[in-house]
Protein backbone atom coordinates (compact mmCIF):
# COMPACT_ATOMS: atom_id res chain seq x y z
CA UNK A 1 0.00 0.00 0.00
CA UNK A 2 2.68 2.13 0.72
CA UNK A 3 4.30 2.18 -2.85
CA UNK A 4 1.28 2.60 -4.35
CA UNK A 5 0.63 5.16 -2.54
CA UNK A 6 4.08 7.00 -3.06
CA UNK A 7 3.27 6.04 -6.91
CA UNK A 8 0.35 7.88 -6.90
CA UNK A 9 1.92 11.15 -5.34
CA UNK A 10 4.80 11.36 -7.43
CA UNK A 11 2.57 11.13 -10.53
CA UNK A 12 0.17 13.55 -9.25
CA UNK A 13 2.06 15.87 -7.62
CA UNK A 14 3.90 17.62 -10.68
CA UNK A 15 0.36 17.29 -12.93
CA UNK A 16 -1.05 19.04 -9.57
CA UNK A 17 2.04 21.46 -9.77
CA UNK A 18 2.28 22.52 -13.50
CA UNK A 19 -2.11 22.60 -13.34
CA UNK A 20 -1.60 25.19 -10.53
CA UNK A 21 1.12 27.30 -12.07
CA UNK A 22 -0.73 27.55 -15.25
CA UNK A 23 -3.61 28.20 -13.77
CA UNK A 24 -2.09 31.06 -12.02
CA UNK A 25 -0.06 32.28 -15.44
CA UNK A 26 -3.46 32.60 -17.37
CA UNK A 27 -5.27 33.95 -14.58
CA UNK A 28 -3.06 37.02 -13.96
CA UNK A 29 -3.09 37.36 -18.07
CA UNK A 30 -6.80 37.36 -17.86
CA UNK A 31 -6.59 40.47 -16.21
CA UNK A 32 -5.53 42.40 -19.54
CA UNK A 33 -9.14 42.02 -20.00
CA UNK A 34 -10.18 44.85 -17.36
CA UNK A 35 -8.83 47.62 -20.04
CA UNK A 36 -11.36 46.60 -22.75
CA UNK A 37 -14.68 48.50 -22.35
CA UNK A 38 -16.81 46.41 -20.29
CA UNK A 39 -19.33 46.03 -24.28
CA UNK A 40 -15.97 44.75 -25.94
CA UNK A 41 -15.25 41.49 -23.48
CA UNK A 42 -16.30 38.69 -23.81
CA UNK A 43 -19.09 38.09 -21.48
CA UNK A 44 -20.75 41.22 -22.81
CA UNK A 45 -20.21 40.00 -26.98
CA UNK A 46 -21.08 36.04 -26.20
CA UNK A 47 -22.32 35.92 -22.47
CA UNK A 48 -20.13 33.45 -21.83
CA UNK A 49 -16.52 34.26 -19.94
CA UNK A 50 -13.69 32.54 -21.75
CA UNK A 51 -10.70 31.11 -19.88
CA UNK A 52 -7.18 32.19 -21.14
CA UNK A 53 -8.79 35.02 -23.83
CA UNK A 54 -6.68 37.41 -22.10
CA UNK A 55 -3.38 35.34 -22.84
CA UNK A 56 -4.50 36.83 -27.05
CA UNK A 57 -4.57 39.82 -25.58
CA UNK A 58 -1.24 39.85 -23.54
CA UNK A 59 0.93 38.52 -26.92
CA UNK A 60 -1.32 40.92 -28.73
CA UNK A 61 -0.32 43.90 -26.44
CA UNK A 62 3.22 43.03 -26.56
CA UNK A 63 3.47 42.47 -29.87
CA UNK A 64 1.83 46.05 -30.91
CA UNK A 65 4.40 47.46 -28.46
CA UNK A 66 7.15 46.17 -30.05
CA UNK A 67 6.10 46.72 -33.25
CA UNK A 68 5.06 50.35 -32.32
CA UNK A 69 8.40 51.07 -30.83
CA UNK A 70 10.38 49.69 -33.78
CA UNK A 71 9.59 52.67 -35.75
CA UNK A 72 11.36 56.52 -34.96
CA UNK A 73 7.69 57.71 -33.48
CA UNK A 74 7.70 55.04 -31.00
CA UNK A 75 11.21 54.88 -30.03
CA UNK A 76 10.79 59.01 -29.33
CA UNK A 77 7.84 58.30 -26.90
CA UNK A 78 9.28 55.87 -25.42
CA UNK A 79 12.54 57.65 -24.33
CA UNK A 80 10.82 60.31 -23.59
CA UNK A 81 8.44 58.34 -21.12
CA UNK A 82 12.14 56.96 -19.28
CA UNK A 83 13.03 60.02 -19.31
CA UNK A 84 10.08 61.06 -16.84
CA UNK A 85 10.56 57.64 -14.95
CA UNK A 86 13.70 58.74 -14.16
CA UNK A 87 13.31 61.56 -12.76
CA UNK A 88 11.06 60.14 -10.21
CA UNK A 89 12.19 59.55 -6.67
CA UNK A 90 12.64 55.84 -5.93
CA UNK A 91 10.59 55.01 -9.38
CA UNK A 92 13.77 55.66 -11.08
CA UNK A 93 16.16 52.99 -9.01
CA UNK A 94 13.42 50.35 -9.29
CA UNK A 95 12.73 51.00 -13.34
CA UNK A 96 16.29 51.09 -14.37
CA UNK A 97 17.22 48.07 -12.59
CA UNK A 98 14.09 46.18 -14.11
CA UNK A 99 15.55 47.62 -17.27
CA UNK A 100 18.94 46.58 -17.02
CA UNK A 101 17.95 42.77 -15.99
CA UNK A 102 15.23 42.64 -18.69
CA UNK A 103 17.90 43.99 -21.09
CA UNK A 104 20.65 41.27 -20.39
CA UNK A 105 18.00 38.58 -20.01
CA UNK A 106 16.38 39.53 -23.58
CA UNK A 107 18.08 40.81 -25.74
CA UNK A 108 19.70 38.72 -28.61
CA UNK A 109 22.82 40.71 -29.07
CA UNK A 110 23.36 39.45 -24.76
CA UNK A 111 25.25 36.31 -23.26
CA UNK A 112 23.25 35.87 -20.90
CA UNK A 113 22.81 32.22 -19.19
CA UNK A 114 24.49 31.00 -22.53
CA UNK A 115 26.77 28.39 -21.35
CA UNK A 116 26.22 26.26 -17.96
CA UNK A 117 29.47 26.33 -15.75
CA UNK A 118 30.78 24.18 -13.05
CA UNK A 119 32.70 26.11 -10.00
CA UNK A 120 34.06 25.61 -6.34
CA UNK A 121 31.43 27.09 -4.45
CA UNK A 122 30.32 27.56 -1.06
CA UNK A 123 34.14 26.11 -0.19
CA UNK A 124 37.15 24.54 -2.03
CA UNK A 125 35.94 21.04 -2.44
CA UNK A 126 32.34 21.87 -2.78
CA UNK A 127 31.22 22.12 -6.47
CA UNK A 128 28.07 23.49 -8.10
CA UNK A 129 26.55 24.79 -11.32
CA UNK A 130 26.89 28.22 -12.43
CA UNK A 131 25.77 29.66 -15.32
CA UNK A 132 27.46 32.89 -17.25
CA UNK A 133 25.95 36.13 -17.26
CA UNK A 134 28.37 38.39 -18.98
CA UNK A 135 31.66 39.86 -17.67
CA UNK A 136 32.26 42.55 -15.07
CA UNK A 137 32.00 46.29 -16.64
CA UNK A 138 32.49 49.91 -14.87
CA UNK A 139 34.35 50.45 -11.75
CA UNK A 140 34.42 46.90 -11.13
CA UNK A 141 36.34 46.14 -14.12
CA UNK A 142 38.73 48.28 -13.72
CA UNK A 143 39.76 46.76 -10.16
CA UNK A 144 39.72 43.23 -11.41
CA UNK A 145 40.90 43.65 -14.43
CA UNK A 146 39.51 41.13 -17.67
CA UNK A 147 40.49 37.34 -16.66
CA UNK A 148 36.88 37.80 -14.49
CA UNK A 149 33.43 36.68 -15.18
CA UNK A 150 30.36 36.80 -13.76
CA UNK A 151 28.35 34.15 -13.17
CA UNK A 152 25.04 32.82 -11.12
CA UNK A 153 24.13 30.03 -8.72
CA UNK A 154 20.91 28.98 -8.71
CA UNK A 155 19.38 27.05 -5.36
CA UNK A 156 17.82 24.18 -5.95
CA UNK A 157 15.02 23.34 -6.41
CA UNK A 158 14.00 26.72 -6.77
CA UNK A 159 16.51 27.99 -9.48
CA UNK A 160 14.81 31.66 -9.67
CA UNK A 161 16.75 32.70 -6.67
CA UNK A 162 20.86 32.30 -6.13
CA UNK A 163 23.41 34.28 -5.84
CA UNK A 164 25.76 36.25 -7.88
CA UNK A 165 29.59 35.75 -7.91
CA UNK A 166 32.46 37.56 -9.41
CA UNK A 167 35.12 35.00 -9.93
CA UNK A 168 38.43 34.63 -11.67
CA UNK A 169 37.57 32.84 -15.40
CA UNK A 170 40.40 30.18 -14.96
CA UNK A 171 38.24 29.10 -11.81
CA UNK A 172 35.40 28.25 -14.23
CA UNK A 173 34.70 25.13 -15.96
CA UNK A 174 32.82 24.59 -19.12
CA UNK A 175 30.63 22.51 -19.30
CA UNK A 176 29.30 20.18 -22.34
CA UNK A 177 25.71 20.32 -21.89
CA UNK A 178 23.01 23.04 -22.49
CA UNK A 179 21.30 25.63 -20.31
CA UNK A 180 18.05 23.28 -19.91
CA UNK A 181 19.87 20.30 -19.07
CA UNK A 182 22.05 22.05 -16.47
CA UNK A 183 19.22 23.56 -15.07
CA UNK A 184 16.74 20.62 -15.16
CA UNK A 185 19.94 18.72 -13.37
CA UNK A 186 19.55 21.98 -10.60
CA UNK A 187 15.99 21.45 -10.05
CA UNK A 188 15.85 17.99 -9.96
CA UNK A 189 18.88 18.14 -6.83
CA UNK A 190 20.92 15.85 -9.07
CA UNK A 191 18.52 13.17 -9.33
CA UNK A 192 18.01 13.90 -13.54
CA UNK A 193 21.82 13.03 -14.87
CA UNK A 194 22.73 15.56 -17.39
CA UNK A 195 22.84 12.23 -19.96
CA UNK A 196 19.32 11.37 -18.97
CA UNK A 197 18.11 14.61 -19.51
CA UNK A 198 19.27 15.16 -22.73
CA UNK A 199 18.33 11.47 -23.68
CA UNK A 200 14.72 13.17 -22.55
CA UNK A 201 14.73 15.84 -24.85
CA UNK A 202 15.72 14.14 -27.62
CA UNK A 203 12.85 12.15 -27.46
CA UNK A 204 10.42 14.83 -27.10
CA UNK A 205 11.90 16.22 -29.89
CA UNK A 206 12.03 13.01 -31.93
CA UNK A 207 8.16 12.71 -30.97
CA UNK A 208 7.11 16.61 -31.78
CA UNK A 209 9.03 16.03 -35.19
CA UNK A 210 6.82 13.06 -35.68
Not at 7 to 13: A, D, F, I, P, R
Not at 52 to 61: E, N
Not at 71 to 92: D, H
Not at 93 to 109: A, G
Request: proline share 6%; net charge neutral; aromatic share 10%.
Amino acid sequence: MRKYFITGLLTLVPIAITAWVLHAVISSMDQTLLLLPEQWRPEALIGLKIPGFGVVLTVLIIFITGLLTRNFIGNYIVSAWEALLNRIPIVNSIYSSVKQVSDTLFSSSGNAFSKALLIEYPRQGAWTIAFLTGKPSGDVSKHLGEDFISVYVPTTPNPTSGYFLIIPKKDAIELDMSVDTALKYVVSMGVVAPEVAEKVAEQNNATKTN
